[in-house]
């Protein structure tokens, strides 16, 4: 018979060992930058800013372990080994690294099939007509002809009840969307999250062609998340923008999302500390329509 101070001597050795084992157990998100244009407006398609930017937001959650991929796809494809969840921040319409070869998708399929989670950012949701198979099973939904893309002013102060929602304030924002997607029938595995369009803005009102924001929880398991705003990196100082996207990565991770929304703080001298140094382009110069000619 064990005597009394030798068993629970022996519980707390036990439970430290838990709490150092589920220390070390760190959740590993790896974030997979897009090409920045070396000359371009500072900030816009900011894809390797982007993913610093969450790097370091996402380390504010004790247990995660967020490592960069700053170059469209990695030279050792062994840091996606043991990752809860990937986030592709990057150009579209086929531009796509992670498309780019029958290796690469084969890759991020093996991804899927083992249930990791999967994020599109950006442009990353737009999936050329080639691609729409793997649009459809990675993300859930297919940009296609009758789909839309522009700059427009929106509110968002409605939000559905998800665990991405938890701790999302309202926020206004002229941002470049793509919009009117195809879904599947009945929105099976969808959930909206976001909405806007040029005619109801971020009204749910909008309907399913103004969805920008939505989860798909994969008919053979694994949870992906898609964001379609967030052309420009100023837009991360919209707190409520930060909280959704920054909940969206970790609940594809299968992290649970505190009450109040995984913590995300940062001030504009933090978020502007990312931007990725670029060469503006250079000035358009108008010229004056040349006088018609004289009538004889």
């Known amino acids: 018979m064990i005597s009394r101070p030798r068993f629970f001597l022996s519980l707390a050795v036990s439970a430290a060992f838990a709490v150092s084992s589920l220390a070390a157990d760190n959740i590993k998100i790896v974030l997979v930058a897009g ?46 080994d043991g990752a809860a969840a990937v986030v592709f921040y990057t150009d579209g319409g086929g ?71 938890r701790g999302v304030t309202p926020w206004k924002i002229n941002d470049g969307w793509l919009n009117h997607f195809q879904f599947p029938a009945e929105m099976k595995g969808i959930t909206p999250l976001v909405w806007s369009g040029k005619e109801k803005l971020g009204s749910p009102e909008g309907g399913d062609k103004d969805v920008v924001a939505w989860t798909f929880d994969r008919p053979s398991g694994g949870r992906s998340f898609s964001f379609s705003g967030l052309d420009a990196h100023h837009a991360w100082e919209q707190a409520g923008m930060r909280q959704l996207v920054i909940n969206g990565v970790l609940w594809s991770a299968g992290v649970e999302i505190p009450a109040t929304g995984a913590k995300c703080e940062a001030d504009k001298a933090l978020i502007d500390s990312f931007l990725t140094p670029r060469i503006a382009p250079p000035k358009k110069v108008k010229t004056e329509a040349a006088p018609a000619p004289a009538v004889k």
């Not at 399929?109 to 080639?130: C, T, Y």
Request: charged share 20%; proline share 4%.
């Open 95 to 165: 531009k796509q690294a992670y498309l780019a070869t029958p290796q690469h998708i084969a890759l991020v399929q093996k991804m899927a099939d083992g249930k990791r989670g999967l994020v599109n950012i950006h442009q990353a949701v737009e999936f050329s007509p080639a691609f729409a198979q793997q649009s459809k099973d990675w993300t859930g939904a297919v940009y296609n002809a009758l789909s839309s893309r522009g700059h427009w002013d929106s509110v968002h102060d409605v939000f559905p009840k998800h665990a991405i929602t």
């Open 35 to 80: 090409k920045v244009k070396e000359v371009d407006k500072t900030g816009h398609h900011d894809y390797l800013g982007g993913c610093r930017l969450m790097q370091a937001l996402l380390k504010q959650t004790p247990g995660v372990d967020a490592v960069l991929v700053n170059e469209e796809w990695p030279a050792d494809e062994k840091v996606f």
